[in-house]
Nanobody
Framework: QVQLVESGGGQVQPGGSLRLSCAAS????????MGWYRQAPGKQRELVAS???????TYADSVRGRFAISRNNAKTTVYLQMNSLKPEDTAAYYC???????WGQGTQVTVSS
């Protein structure tokens, strides 16, 4: 059974940075594509970035060039480095194991002055 635990959220001023982590337990991490999603109040959950087991990354247009997804298979952890944060990045961020369709509990990111 796969379990995902996110951490690293918080409040930051516009232009600031945060690094989210998602620690995974279970057997599928090493071969699963991992994704970071976000959901703002009143909006649908959207894909922010994903990374395959072969380290190929894709990004939403809204974050490309500002965010970077990475993974450490030995530590079964996926990261989301977020730079140049904007107020519109405010949301709950979730990681997902695409293979098992497992979600973490989410971590809140608030960008505000």
């Amino acid at each position: 059974q796969v379990q995902l635990v996110e951490s690293g959220g918080g409040q930051v001023q516009p232009g600031g940075s945060l690094r989210l982590s998602c620690a995974a337990s279970g057997s599928s991490f090493s071969f699963s594509t991992m994704g970071w999603y976000r959901q703002a109040p009143g909006k649908q959950r959207e894909l922010v970035a994903s990374i395959t087991r072969g380290y190929s990354a894709t990004y939403a247009d809204s974050v490309r060039g500002r965010f970077a997804i990475s993974r450490n298979n030995a530590k079964t952890t996926v990261y989301l480095q977020m730079n140049s944060l904007k107020p519109e990045d405010t949301a709950a961020y979730y990681c997902r194991d695409e293979w098992s369709d497992t979600w973490g509990q989410g971590t809140q990111v608030t960008v505000s002055s």
